[in-house]
């Protein structure tokens, strides 16, 4: 089973990608949520706003710190930003799963949102899917025992770190299922 974090964004594309490759799922809105889970994804959404919710309650952040320690966890835009060492926000609580230095809205405001396509490689799997970046952040800098999992001319897009991914843009919005599966189900389908 695999917990979505459900205080604010959009945790909802979530869990249609996750029905649609067979998986269940259960929204995370209190540290009790997360007992019986394998993974947990963070979606996207306003990362500031996830923070002050976050802080509200510190028994959710013991949580997920400790469920981070044996399982995967998946952050999408804000999630990428959640789960960054360091973000060019000092408002936004930083988890450091991933050794990533993150700028918020990089990619610029919701007026420039664009769909493209990315280059997914992961092993010897290599896959090219459509993607939404909607005040997407950047990864400015990776650090110790990052690997790239995707670009976008050129631009890393996706990290992985140990079980731990980050994503700027938006697979779930378009129905693409690869990000999720490389994740949570270690599958490395070329689509």
Known sequence: MIGVLALQGNFD????????INLKHKLVKTSND????????????????????????????????????NKPILGSCAGLILMSKESNDSRVHNFAFLDVITSRNAYGRQVHSFESRINVKDGSMKSDIEVLFIRAPKIDKI?????????????????????????????????????????????????
């Open 13 to 20: 594309s979530h869990i249609k990608i996750l029905k649609k």
């Open 34 to 69: 997360l007992i019986s889970i394998n993974g947990l994804i963070i979606p996207g959404g306003e990362s500031t706003t996830m923070t002050n919710l976050l802080r509200k309650n510190p028994s959710l952040v013991d949580g997920i710190n400790s469920l981070a320690k």
């Open 143 to 191: 650090n110790n025992d990052v690997e790239v999992l995707a670009t976008y001319k050129e631009e890393v897009v996706a990290v992985r770190q140990g079980k731990h991914i980050g994503i700027s843009c938006h697979p779930e919005l378009l129905n693409e299922t690869l990000i999720h599966e490389i994740c949570f189900k270690g599958k490395h389908e070329v689509s």
